[in-house]
C-alpha cells in the first residue's frame, strides 16, 4: 500500500530551539495533514493543507504542501515545553471512491529546559 | 464539545482470548475507524465503516475483525489474542465524505497480551 516516510523519528532539543520533520511519499496526495498526539491522548489535527506549493502557518507552526505533492514539512519556532509529543504527518487521497488517510511513522519530540 | 469514547484504556488479556475493544462517538459521524499505533511504524489501519453494518479491510485487517450495529458504536475483535497484537488502539471518526480535517481519535486502547 501507500507509504509515507517521516523523518527523524526523534528529536531532542533545548527550548527556545526550532523544530523542521518532514514527510516524503512515493505517491501523490491531494491532502496533506499534521496532528499532534500529546502523551495519554489521541492525535489532534494541526495543520490542513490542500493545494501544492501552499504554505500555512498556525502560531508558532508553519507546513508547506510540496509542489510535487509527494511530500510537506513541519517547522516549529521557538520551542516550548507544550511542545513535547509526537508529530504524525498523513497524506489523503482518494482509493476506489473512498478518503483514505496514510500516516508517517512519527517524529518523537523532547524537550530540555 | 466532540467526542469519541474507548471504553477501555489499559487491558491485560492472555493469549488466546477473545477482546472486545468498544469506541462510541457523539458526533452522528457516519464514517469509524480502527488504528493500530506501534513505535516507529506510526498509525496503521486495520479496519473501517461507512455505515451501520458496512465495513471495509484497512491495511492490517488480519487477526482482526469488527462490528457496527448502531452507528455511534464501533467495536473491534480479536477473536484468539496473540502477543503480536500488544500495542495501542486508537478509534477515529469522521463525517461522510471527508477525512483528515475532520477526524477526530479517542484516547487510545493500550493492549498487552501476555
Known amino acids: 500500500g501507500q507509504q509515507l516516510n517521516q523523518s527523524p523519528q526523534s528529536m531532542f532539543i533545548q527550548e527556545g530551539e526550532d523544530v523542521s520533520m518532514n514527510c516524503t511519499s512515493s505517491s501523490i496526495f491531494n491532502t496533506w495533514l499534521w496532528y499532534k498526539q500529546d502523551p495519554g491522548e489521541g492525535p489532534v489535527l494541526l495543520i490542513a493543507?490542500?493545494?501544492?506549493?501552499e504554505l500555512t502557518s498556525n502560531g508558532r507552526l508553519t507546513a508547506q504542501f510540496g509542489i510535487t505533492r509527494k511530500d510537506s514539512f513541519l517547522n516549529i519556532s521557538a520551542s516550548i515545553p507544550s511542545d513535547v509529543g509526537i508529530y504524525f504527518c498523513a497524506g489523503q487521497a482518494e482509493v476506489q471512491g473512498a478518503q483514505k488517510l496514510v500516516f508517517g511513522q512519527g517524529t518523537r519530540l523532547t524537550i530540555n529546559p | 464539545d466532540v467526542k469519541v469514547t474507548q471504553s477501555s484504556r489499559y487491558l491485560v488479556k492472555r493469549t488466546g482470548e477473545k477482546v472486545f475493544l468498544e469506541c462510541v462517538q457523539d458526533m452522528d459521524h457516519e464514517n469509524m475507524f480502527w488504528y493500530r499505533q506501534d513505535p516507529g511504524l506510526g498509525l496503521r489501519l486495520i479496519y473501517f465503516?461507512?455505515?451501520?453494518?458496512?465495513?471495509e479491510k484497512g491495511d492490517i485487517p488480519e487477526g482482526y475483525s469488527v462490528s457496527r450495529e448502531k452507528k455511534e458504536r464501533f467495536s473491534l475483535i480479536l477473536e484468539s489474542a496473540s502477543t503480536n497484537q500488544t500495542s495501542m488502539y486508537l478509534c477515529?471518526?469522521?463525517?461522510?465524505?471527508?477525512?483528515?480535517?475532520?477526524?477526530?481519535f479517542g484516547e487510545g486502547s493500550w493492549l498487552t497480551v501476555v
Open positions: 465503516s461507512y455505515d451501520v453494518k458496512m465495513k
Open positions: 493543507l490542500y493545494k501544492a506549493g
Open positions: 477515529a471518526s469522521s463525517p461522510a465524505g471527508k477525512a483528515g480535517n475532520t477526524i477526530y
